[in-house]
């Protein structure tokens, strides 16, 4: 599965192969019925103001144009922390893609542990989950992750992600490209977050954010990054990293042996070699993989045959029941950290805070 995976992202990404121009060509007549349909739900959305379900608290949708990992998990994290501290008694609501257990899917455990003592409720009817956190968890905001094209949800702020290392999905729509609907939707954003915006050069973040303009009317731009925190095991134990302080042998690159199943794992291996990590190698799983005893086992094998533990992203960790034997096994945890336009992004939910249910 994963190399169907693999060969697919470079077909769609324009890379020689046999018989890839005709492939493409498929690929891109099967886009455009899509595309349509995409456009008439949102075009009958549009016009009909009735099919928009408000419930009574103030809902910031969370989401992207493109399939794949934009960081949405820790943007949520940083936006629930940044309402939790002022009392605004926030609530995460979300479909739930892939749930493992009763315990929700991988996205809820991790939000669980950057998140504590937040309601999240899971259920493909939002409204349905929006309602449930309001009564029973007296919620006073709400976060709608991966919100954008589930609209039927009324939201008072829309934050688009937008991954600076491959932001417009290779600029066709789902099979021919990653997007999700035609970039014209991106008018419906009231703000636009380049993630990652630390991999790329001033000269690429220029560009895309022209073609962000191109799109849609925003106030300002917002750029994020994602810095590599603490390390955390099975146990729960956290174990932060050193940025600056102590000896050059204490941050001297250690050697891992690394394994994910997100969308965007060159993101993931880009953010361990800027945390100081030798990374001998990358595993690939595909994005939402669930981890059998025998999958572990098999990358436990090969970081013990290199001498050196292995590592992983939180959102793996938490689908990982067992530690394997002998080899050390840590996530490594990342934290949003808004790197221009915070003042703006403040401002936006700044706004939201007197309309929040039970706050003065």
């Not at 929006?130 to 919620?139: G, L, N, T, V, Y």
């Not at 945890?333 to 790197?339: C, D, G, K, L, Y």
Request: charged share 25%.
């Amino acid at each position: 599965m994963l190399q169907k995976q693999k060969k697919y992202f470079e077909l769609i990404a324009g890379q020689p192969m046999p018989g890839g121009r005709l492939l493409r060509f498929f690929l891109r007549a099967a886009s455009v019925p899509y595309s349509i349909a995409v456009r008439f739900r949102n075009g009958w959305i549009d016009r009909r103001p009735g099919s928009v379900t408000r419930v009574g608290v103030p809902v910031i949708s969370v989401g992207n144009v493109t399939t794949g990992g934009t960081g949405k998990t820790p943007v949520v994290a940083f936006l629930v922390n940044w309402l939790a501290e002022r009392s605004l008694r926030p609530g995460i609501v979300s479909r739930g893609y892939r749930s493992l257990s009763a315990e929700g899917n991988d996205e809820k455990r991790v939000l669980a542990a950057l998140c504590p003592d937040v309601p999240h409720v899971q259920n493909r009817d939002r409204i349905k989950a929006a309602r449930e956190c309001i009564s029973k968890f007296d919620a006073g905001i709400l976060v709608a992750d991966d919100g954008f094209q589930h609209r039927r949800l009324g939201r008072d702020l829309d934050i688009v992600l937008v991954d600076a290392l491959n932001p417009w999905g290779h600029g066709f729509v789902l099979p021919r490209g990653l997007l999700r609907e035609p970039l014209s939707g991106l008018e419906r954003a009231d703000l636009v977050v380049l993630t990652r915006a630390d991999q790329v050069s001033a000269d690429r973040r220029e560009e895309i954010w022209k073609e962000a303009h191109r799109w849609c009317v925003l106030p300002g731009e917002v750029e994020i990054c994602f810095e590599p925190d603490e390390l955390i095991d099975l146990d729960g134990a956290r174990t932060p990293l050193l940025t600056g302080e102590g000896s050059a042998e204490d941050r001297s690159p250690r050697r891992v042996f690394a394994f994910c199943g997100i969308g965007n794992p060159e993101g993931f291996r880009r953010t361990l070699e800027a945390a100081g990590f030798d990374v001998v190698d990358l595993v690939e799983f595909p994005d939402h993989y669930h981890f059998s005893e025998a999958d572990v086992n098999v990358v436990a094998e090969l970081a013990r045959a290199a001498g050196c533990g292995l590592i992983t992203t939180l959102k793996d960790l938490v689908k990982i029941e067992q530690a394997p034997l002998g080899v050390s096994l840590h996530a490594l945890n990342i934290r949003a950290r808004v790197s221009r336009g915070g003042e703006l992004l403040t401002e936006r939910l700044e706004q939201l805070a007197p309309q929040c249910q039970g706050t003065t």
